[in-house]
């Protein structure tokens, strides 16, 4: 089972608290459903990507990252850049756009290159347009037009702001 992961960065502490066990228990249901080979792919952006990217590891799957961009990791904040280093060195492969600048249309072909890897994409939205090209909204519409099944994991009643 090959799961994937898109979602909406900087959540407030109480939403984070929420998605990260609505990512455990997602994860964790792939496990216990007698699905082996879990393999999770994810961009391991700071927020869901690295929570999703940290349960698989904890459920003794394979992790496998996409790279947006070789200039990616200089667009996350630098007090991310230790944990996304150690997530990157535990990735059993690395996809890669073959794109140099990071940026809004880099984010959407990684996303793009991430739900073409996948059989199940999790989606940590909101349910809301994107704020901005490639946004988590965007990725989502690109999942459903290929025919990857999404799951939304919102915490009811949540607000991103």
């Known amino acids: 089972m090959r799961i994937g992961i898109t979602g909406h960065r900087g959540l ?3 939403v984070e608290r929420k998605v990260r066990a609505l990512i455990e228990a997602a994860v964790a249901s792939y496990t216990r459903s007698g699905n082996t080979g879990l393999v999770g792919v994810s961009c391991l952006a700071d927020g ?3 929570w999703f990217a ?12 996409v ?3 070789e200039r990616y990791r200089a667009d996350l904040p630098a007090w991310y850049h230790p944990a996304y280093d150690g997530l ?5 492969e ?3 756009t073959g794109l140099d600048a990071s940026g809004p249309a880099a984010h959407m072909a990684g996303s793009e290159l991430l739900v073409d890897q996948v059989d199940v994409l999790l989606a940590v939205w909101d ?5 901005g090209y490639g946004g988590t909204a965007d990725v989502v519409a690109y999942a459903r037009e290929h025919d990857v099944p999404v799951k939304v994991l919102w915490p ?3 607000t991103r702001d």
């Open 12 to 14: 407030s502490g109480e």
């Open 48 to 50: 869901p990507d690295a």
């Open 54 to 65: 940290e349960a698989v590891l904890d459920h003794a799957g394979q992790l496998e990252a």
């Open 67 to 69: 790279l947006p961009a």
């Open 88 to 92: 990157l060195r535990r990735a059993t």
């Open 94 to 96: 690395i996809h890669r």
């Open 127 to 131: 349910g809301r347009p994107a704020r």
């Open 156 to 158: 009811e009643g949540a």
